[in-house]
């Protein structure tokens, strides 16, 4: 299984090469730093180390995720709570609007169906999409796209 979860590794590394997409590649020392610099990187980086979990209805860890609960178990990592649905953390007084030119990775990128994922830049986010998918990066096209993106209060 390590063999495998390495050649995964290595294969997204070169897809995100050959895509000019700046995705990070975490280390325990890069966590560790992110955790030093900003509450939303250390959550992303948390979130990036279950790339390739499975995606599950109203899963929120350890094995498996859905969307908010992917969401709500990263920032939970991190000291910062709001609810346990895409809904409550939209209700939440813990998020800011912003617009997608000034979202950083980290902050939240909600779609129109209800739908919550990390944003990662300009065209990807990072989250648990649907079943039978797996954890990883989204590329958005024409008729899939956040419609709102937040910043959390208190994640820097």
Do not use: K
Request: aromatic share 14%; with cysteine; proline share 4%.
């Amino acid at each position: 299984m390590g063999t495998l979860r390495v050649f995964y590794r290595l294969l997204i590394i070169l897809l995100i090469s050959t895509s000019i997409v700046a995705l990070p590649i975490a280390t325990s020392n890069q966590a560790a730093t992110a955790s030093a610099r900003a509450p939303r990187m250390a959550a992303y980086v948390w979130a990036y180390h279950h790339a390739r979990a499975p995606y599950c209805w109203g899963g929120t860890g350890p094995r498996c995720f859905d969307c908010s609960g992917l969401i709500v178990a990263a920032y939970a990592h991190q000291g910062l709570h709001f609810g346990r649905s895409t809904y409550d953390i939209l209700a939440s007084r813990r998020l800011v609007r912003e617009s997608e030119s000034h979202a950083r990775r980290g902050d939240l990128a909600f779609y129109g169906t209800g739908h919550v994922e990390f944003y990662v830049r300009h065209r990807y986010t990072f989250g648990a999409l649907e079943p039978g998918t797996l954890i990883g990066w989204h590329h958005w096209n024409a008729w899939w796209h956040p419609t709102m993106f937040f910043r959390v209060r208190g994640a820097g």
